[in-house]
């Protein structure tokens, strides 16, 4: 089972190992023949966390200066700018909000690197059973075998070569 992180990585949750999504790793290349191999089911998605309502007036309230200089002009001027800006805020994220994490879905691009590893091994063994059959000192059990591989390539493989 592998877990994806909202970053660029993967982590391999029965030997905690945490892999970079990079063409180059071999561990990336395992995790795109388990999926192409045992299914997009084999993926969880990233965590998606949802901050709660403290959080989220903590991130937009102005700082503690410009509330101290609404106030004073408040004063000044007999109005409630310092007032209306903190209820739009309050109102706007509701102690209602209370947060917490969900799991997100699994991007496509996992499944289409699935489906490219999969192409690309019935390329690589119809080209090779290809040269099996060219080759004189072939033995007919091993031309079966690759005239087999043949027959069983999907379409869209052997046109791909034309």
Do not use: C
């Not at 045992?38 to 410009?66: F, K, M, S, W």
């Not at 999969?118 to 007919?140: M, S």
Request: aromatic residues 8%.
């Amino acid at each position: 089972m592998y877990k994806l992180t909202p970053r660029t990585s993967i982590i391999k949750i029965e030997e905690s190992l945490i892999i970079p999504i990079s063409e180059g790793n071999r561990h990336y290349q395992q995790f795109i023949q388990d999926v192409a191999e045992q299914g997009i089911e084999i993926v969880e998605g990233p965590d998606i966390i949802e901050p709660d309502y403290a959080t989220l007036r903590q991130q937009e309230y102005p700082t503690i200066q410009e509330q101290e200089d609404m106030k004073y002009w408040d004063e000044i001027n007999g109005t409630t700018v310092w007032r209306d800006t903190i209820t739009a805020i309050k109102d706007k994220y509701p102690k209602t909000i209370t947060g917490g994490t969900t799991i997100g879905e699994v991007p496509d691009w996992v499944q289409e690197a699935a489906d490219n590893w999969t192409f690309n091994k019935h390329l690589r063994e119809y080209v090779a059973a290809i040269e099996i059959l060219e080759d004189e000192n072939t033995t007919e059990e091993e031309k079966t075998l690759a005239q087999s591989v043949i027959d069983s390539t999907p379409q869209e493989v052997i046109e791909s070569l034309n």
